[in-house]
């Protein structure tokens, strides 16, 4: 497993490391997954693809729903289609849920109740998401303050669950500490803040001059809601601001690289957690060096 936060070069060393391994790549990525949605979601190449295999990229349109059970349910599939090809798999991703999914077992949680996500989503619709995470603090405040900004998909889901069991979303959640399965080895890669902050920057930039607001209007154009999801998510809720003509584009320039800053300090917050990481310093490692290090690792 090859995890870090998000600019951090993932990518490019798992390509590299499958290469050195004869390996396959699975991503790791609650929205590379979806289908159009490419330079926002920093996918692969197209030579990149060619290169390497990769596995959970553009599967799913947009407005089709994805959970993390069900990124997991894919994951043992494709880990089985690479396992059988006698290849070494590649977990490469910073969607911390997804993450944790593939470490360690999901709770046995109740699966949705249709007629709640109906109407609590009519709720939001008419009311404001506000409202129901009002709700939410009432009713499972544990979990409430550990969400970062109001995402609708994990609000709705925490009160369906409450509604069919009469219990907080959060006591279906293991208090006990992650451990790391013995047929997977996890690294994750570290760098200096200034170094990240600068990568960030860049890669906003690169985005911006590559067409990302030229995907997001053919999005749009398809006939996509501005209000799926798989848009509540950092570059894509900013770029819909500045088409719908909400802030100027200097503005949502800066957004989306202040939001990528910040998401980048909470991916590095919960992997400090998990005492099992071999850290790579990319700091002071080539990527050729990362690899063997890897390499000795895993031997």
């Not at 692969?44 to 997991?72: C, G, M, Q, W």
């Not at 129901?132 to 900004?149: R, S, T, V």
Request: contains cysteine; glycine residues 4%.
């Amino acid at each position: 497993m090859i995890a870090g936060p998000t600019a951090s070069g993932k990518t490019s060393l798992s390509i590299a490391l499958a290469e050195s391994l004869n390996g396959e790549i699975i991503s790791v990525d609650s929205r590379q997954c979806f289908r159009y949605m490419d330079i926002g979601t920093a996918k692969p190449t197209a030579e990149d693809l060619e290169k390497i295999r990769h596995y959970n990229i553009s599967v799913l349109n947009p407005d089709e729903e994805d959970t993390v059970a069900d990124f997991l349910k894919r994951a043992e599939d494709y880990t089985n289609n690479i396992e059988v090809k006698g290849k070494s798999v590649i977990y490469c991703g910073g969607s911390t849920l997804h993450l944790q999914s593939i470490i360690r077992p999901l709770d046995d949680i109740p699966s949705a109740d249709p007629d709640n996500i109906e109407r609590l989503n009519r709720q939001a619709n008419e009311q404001g998401l506000d409202s129901l995470f009002m709700m939410l603090q009432k009713a499972d405040p544990e979990y409430a303050k550990k969400m970062d900004g109001l995402n609708r998909q994990r609000i709705i889901r925490a009160l369906d669950v409450w509604q069919q069991t009469g219990k907080p979303f959060s006591s279906f959640h293991s208090n006990e500490p992650i451990s790391l399965p013995v047929h997977l080895k996890a690294f994750a890669l570290h760098m200096d803040r200034s170094t990240l902050h600068q990568r960030i920057e860049n890669r906003v930039d690169d985005m911006l001059e590559s067409g990302f607001l030229d995907e997001v209007r053919e999005l749009l154009n398809k006939g996509y809601s501005d209000q799926l999801q798989a848009f509540n998510t950092v570059g894509y809720r900013q770029a819909i601001s500045f088409l719908n003509g909400e802030c100027s584009y200097i503005e949502m320039s800066d957004d989306i690289k202040t939001a990528t800053r910040r998401y980048a300090k909470r991916q590095l917050t919960w992997l400090r957690r998990l005492q099992f990481l071999h850290w790579l310093d990319m700091n002071v490692m080539t990527e050729d060096e990362a690899i063997e290090e890897i390499r000795k690792a895993i031997i």
